[in-house]
């Protein structure tokens, strides 16, 4: 391996060791070794895979610093794979020269507002692992095109946008495991349009990825946020994470937007399971959504909602806990929401304690002018007005469901409430305990009610 000090780096932080680094990629057998100490760039050192060969980064156990002090990536790793991940559309190049770039061991310090941690450019099983990154616009940045993709036990901290930013990329096969990312001011995750296929974000800790208390003329930041209403993002797992954060403005703690055409593509085949998220505006906010599954999650304390769904299809959300924990004294608010949406399922949810409506209007649970809706299986217990809501809905099933208040002075005025017009609705085998006027209000036109 190419040892940076027998190039002529020297490691003090202070003196510029662009060049003694170049020299050591090219000069050398492709393997950069960083020892201990602080290696100071003012330019990105490039690694071409097809002209250094196979290439590494190999820092010394994390004792091993790049202060980026210029623009641009302190690392950008460039291949020529234009293929798939079809071991038949990978060339002989590639397999010779490029296959498996591999960085770890070392920390990205940014110095200069401009600066990025690694960017990777159609690259084919690149591994990033061991990395901190911090100070910098983006942690790490994948652009134009990259396959079979591996992020693992990295620190994406205190970026100025995002930690993992995936920037309107080609994108298939990628895991992102066992990293913190967590203060990057806009998201910790971030995929901005492309064709994002195959991605799984697992065992992580994505937190406080915000500016709390910034008011913004957008919607806020988020910990995860998929933007594909130009683009296409699908077959994506979210699972076994924390994700959580301070409320801020439009904030939330997985946002998803697909695209508005009405076509599948867009924001399709996404599961969101076993992770918690809270303390945000929103915990899940979703639009244009198509076939999604949310299950075995804990979320709690939504600003505003729990979860927000608009014009979203096909929809699965079961066996999730969701509570408003917050303290009496703050404004009540927690709900989840579902505006023109269809086939929407929930089955097996625990909610306790929401807050959304009033006295007159809405529930704890709210659908408006959706289509094709089964609630059941639901506990809804202590809603702080009512428990749900239809209002302008066709062919709705809502059977199983508990909906009580059990506090000593109860204070939800309805179990279910029913506005505007409602078609094709059948409201059976519920319990309706506790409600202070009545458990069923509203309109029955084409309502059908045995509890």
């Not at 770039?101 to 099983?125: C, K, M």
């Not at 002018?369 to 062919?395: K, N, T, Y």
């Amino acid at each position: 391996m190419v040892e940076a000090f027998n190039f002529g780096a020297s490691g003090d932080g202070v003196t510029d060791d662009s060049a003694a680094l170049e020299h050591a990629l090219t000069a050398g057998d492709g393997v950069l070794r960083l020892h201990k100490g602080s290696f100071r760039l003012t330019r990105p050192l490039v690694i071409d895979l097809a002209k250094t060969g196979y290439a590494a980064v190999i820092g010394d156990g994390g004792a091993s610093r790049l202060v980026m002090a210029g623009a641009g990536p302190a690392i950008k790793v460039v291949g020529t794979h234009r293929g798939t991940s079809m071991p038949k559309s990978v060339t002989d190049i590639t397999w010779q020269k490029e296959r498996f770039p591999t960085l770890s061991g070392f920390e990205i310090l940014g110095e200069h507002p401009e600066a990025v941690g690694i960017e990777l450019v159609r690259t084919i099983q690149p591994t990033v692992s061991q990395v901190l990154v911090r100070r910098c616009r983006y942690g790490i940045h994948l652009t134009e095109r990259n396959r079979n993709v591996l992020i693992t036990d990295c620190h994406l901290y205190d970026n100025e946008l995002y930690g993992l930013f995936m920037d309107r990329c080609d994108l298939h096969q990628t895991n992102v495991t066992g990293c913190h990312i967590s203060f990057n001011k806009r998201a910790g995750i971030k995929s901005l349009g492309g064709d994002v296929h195959n991605l799984q974000i697992t065992g992580n800790d994505i937190e406080y990825n915000n500016r709390p208390g910034v008011d913004t003329a957008d919607e806020g930041g988020a910990e995860v946020d998929f933007d594909a209403v130009e683009g296409t993002i699908s077959e994506v797992t979210l699972s076994s994470n924390t994700i959580q954060a301070t409320v801020q403005p439009g904030g939330a703690n997985v946002r998803i937007r697909g695209s508005e055409s009405g076509k599948t593509q867009g924001a399709c085949l996404i599961a969101i399971t076993g992770n918690v998220l809270g303390s945000n505006t929103r915990g899940l906010d979703l639009a244009h959504v198509y076939r999604m599954t949310v299950t075995g999650n804990t979320i709690y304390d939504g600003g505003e909602y729990s979860i927000l769904a608009r014009s979203c299809r096909g929809l699965a959300i079961g066996s999730n806990t969701i509570c408003w924990k917050a303290d009496e004294k703050l404004p009540a608010r927690d709900g989840l929401l579902f505006e023109d949406c269809e086939q929407v399922a929930l089955i097996g949810l625990t909610a306790e304690r929401l807050c959304s409506g009033s006295d007159n209007a809405g529930a704890g649970i709210m659908f408006h002018g959706c289509r094709d809706i089964q609630v059941s299986g639901c506990q809804i217990v202590d809603p702080l007005f009512a428990g749900l809501e239809l209002r302008g809905c066709v062919r709705c099933v809502l059977t199983a469901n508990s909906i009580v208040d059990r506090r000593d002075i109860p204070r939800m005025k309805h179990a279910i409430r029913l506005a505007g017009q409602n078609r094709d609705v059948m409201i059976q085998h519920n319990l309706l305990r506790g409600a202070i006027e009545s458990a069923i209000t509203g309109p029955r036109e084409g309502v059908f009610v045995r509890n």
